[in-house]
Each structure stands twice: as C-alpha cells, then as structure tokens.
C-alpha cells in the first residue's frame, strides 16, 4: 500500500522558510516522479513542482527561484525548500507519487497523495 507522510509545515512570517518533508513507503520510490502540489483555502488544487525518478526538477512559476525540490532514494524522501515565503503561499501542502519517471509539469491528477502539511504564512 502506498504511504505519503508530509511534515515540516508551520505558520512562519513572511519572508521566511520552510522544509517540507515527504516520507514514502509502499512501493519502489527510486523508480517514480515525485509531486508537491497545494490547495489554498477556498481554491483547487495547484501543482507546485516535481522531480522525475532521476532527480530532474521542474516548478510552477509561483514559487520558482524560492523553492527547491529534492530527493534522497535511500531514505524514500522527497523535500521542498520553500523560501522567501508569501501570503498567498498559503496552503495545505501534499505530497503526491506520479505515475511514471518523469513529470508531468501542471498535473494535479494523482492517484496517491498523502494527507497534507499545513503552510500559513502570516505577520
């Protein structure tokens, strides 16, 4: 059974950081894409980034250059820097195992997602 845990969310001001945590089980991690995508309050789902089986990264436009996705296979984890944070950055955050190796940039379409970590950035 695939396992998405997310972690690391918080309330921080703006201008701040966070490290979001991504701790898969359940299947071959090194062998898939991985997602973060987020859903602010009262908004669909927005894909953020995502980083194929061989640790290519693509992001949204809202967060690139504040934001970093990466992946350690041996600890089946997945993580996104988020820096310079905003208000509207916002969002209950989840992490989401894509279909393939690679990255589908834009989809919000995932059969597994975990549970979610809440960002809220606020003065």
């Known amino acids: 059974e695939v396992q998405l845990v997310e972690s690391g969310g918080d309330l921080v001001q703006p201008g701040g950081s966070l490290r979001l945590t991504c701790a898969a089980s359940g299947f071959t991690f090194s062998n898939y894409a991985m997602n973060w995508v987020r859903q602010a309050p009262g908004k669909g789902l927005e894909w953020v980034s995502g980083i194929t089986a061989v640790g290519v990264d693509y992001y949204a436009d809202s967060v690139r250059g504040r934001s970093t996705i990466s992946r350690d296979n041996a600890k089946n984890t997945v993580y996104l820097q988020l820096n310079d944070l905003k208000t509207e950055d916002t969002a209950m955050y989840y992490c989401?195992?894509?279909?393939?190796?690679?990255?589908?940039?834009?989809?919000?379409?995932?059969?597994?997602r975990g549970q979610g970590t809440q960002v809220t950035v606020s003065s």
């Open positions: 989401a195992k894509d279909q393939t190796n690679w990255v589908e940039v834009g989809s919000i379409t995932f059969p597994n």
